[in-house]
């Protein structure tokens, strides 16, 4: 794998020739990081045609700090974070222009808005996250770029590559690339445990498929749980820093919208000093009308909690967002909704939330494109992650009614 990414990394750079690039999400979070890096060496191993084959990831160098489970797993295998290339490294429009440029997607099915002039370099596409491809838009209805899809709702993208390695060329399957695959499923599927609603038959196939045929892997519990911890250390952070550390964007006609993850309780997040001039200051830099704020924390037993904020210093984008209050005593104030806890001028909040990112993605592009009122699906209570393809869910009522009385 080293020699495979010096080489082909400094040929992207300084060579010539076509290029086949692998490319996670604008979040890329350890799936995405994963899945590129596998997926690019099993297709450097075993495509014809001469393509030089890279891996990118979709964030700039300097952020890689801020995923730092990531850079936990790469640790542990061995790998060197100068190995990587970034997305602020290599011009795509460039490549595309002057090379011939090939992109298969791992870990979302669809570009964002800001890469969409790339969508006709889209060759494949491997996701677990619900298909969006068949439309540019949800309600534009234009057609985009027909391509080999593989979309499937298991718990991890890295379950459908590792599964495409154990089948077409399990001779690739050394130690660290299995750790690489087993240490990404584990922490998608929350350690394998069903209670977490996460892991489905095909994930628990493939993750025991790799530990009979790699016998040092690490015991499950211990790589979870050293990994959980890298993924939850935010000190040193500065808030910018912790907004970015996952943030994905949404854009509609008339309104562009940021979606952090905060790994810590909100409230410890809207205490910090100064944070309604930091978050103000980070939509403007970045371009978002509005901010969703979706925090994760770890209760003294390990139960995770999930709350949401909306940020926006317009108060008709906190009206139309209307964010269901799920703590009995909250009360309208200063203009805003507090549930629970205090909330800081421009926040609508929410406590006790239980929708994930993925939940709320595509009930967030109908809010963006038809304007319709934005209500918080179900997902389950001690879910840590993005989302159950088993979930049957619970309706609005019912979920106010359980929190309320928990």
């Known amino acids: 794998m080293e020699e495979f990414l010096a080489s082909n990394r400094g040929a992207v750079l300084s060579g010539s020739g076509p290029v086949h690039v692998v490319l996670g999400n604008e979040a890329c979070d350890m799936d995405s990081m994963v899945c590129a890096l596998v997926y690019a060496y099993f ?23 801020l995923r730092s489970d990531s850079v936990a797993l790469l640790t542990k295998t061995g790998l060197s974070p100068d190995l990587l290339l970034f997305r602020d490294q290599v011009d795509l429009r460039r490549l595309c222009a002057d090379r011939g440029l090939r992109l298969t997607l791992v870990d979302h099915n669809v570009l964002p808005d800001s ?81 977490a609603g996460k ?104 139960q995770p909690i999930r709350e949401l904020g909306v940020f926006s210093l317009s108060q008709p984008i906190r009206e139309q967002a209307s964010l269901p209050q799920f703590s009995p005593g909250s009360s309208p104030g200063s203009g805003r909704v507090q549930a629970g806890f205090s909330c800081d001028p421009g926040l609508v909040c929410a406590g006790n939330s239980v929708a994930s990112r993925k939940k709320l993605l595509p009930m967030l592009k109908d809010f963006l494109w038809s304007g319709q009122e934005l209500m918080v699906p179900p997902t389950p209570v001690n879910s840590l992650v993005e989302g159950c393809p088993l979930d049957q869910g619970l309706s609005p009522t019912e979920l106010q009614t359980r929190l309320s009385r928990d």
């Open 199 to 302: 892991v489905t038959p095909k994930d628990s196939e493939v993750v025991l498929q790799l530990e009979t045929k790699v016998h040092t892997l690490p015991q499950r519990s211990q790589l979870f749980t050293e990994l959980q911890q890298a993924k939850f250390n935010v000190r040193g952070l500065n808030s910018e820093q912790m907004l970015l550390k996952d943030l994905k964007s949404l854009s509609g006609p008339e309104l562009n919208l940021g979606i952090s993850v905060l790994y810590l309780p909100l409230q410890d997040f809207l205490s910090r000093p100064g944070v309604e001039a930091e978050l103000s200051a980070f939509c403007q830099k970045m371009g978002f009308d509005s901010l969703l704020l979706m925090s994760i924390s770890l209760t003294s037993t390990q």
């Open 43 to 65: 297709l450097h191993k075993t495509s014809a045609g001469g393509a030089l084959v890279v891996p990118l990831m979709n964030i700039a160098a300097e952020d890689l700090v």
């Open 115 to 195: 890469d969409s002039d790339l969508e006709e370099a889209v060759v494949e596409v491997i996701d677990h996250h619900k298909l969006e491809r068949v439309t540019s838009c949800p309600v534009a209805m234009e057609p985009v770029t027909s391509c080999p899809i593989a979309v499937e709702p298991v718990g991890s993208c890295a379950t459908l590559v590792a599964e495409r390695v154990l089948q077409r060329a399990p001779q690739l399957l050394d130690a660290q690339i299995a750790i690489l695959l087993y240490g990404t499923i584990l922490v998608d599927c929350v350690d394998m445990v069903p209670e």
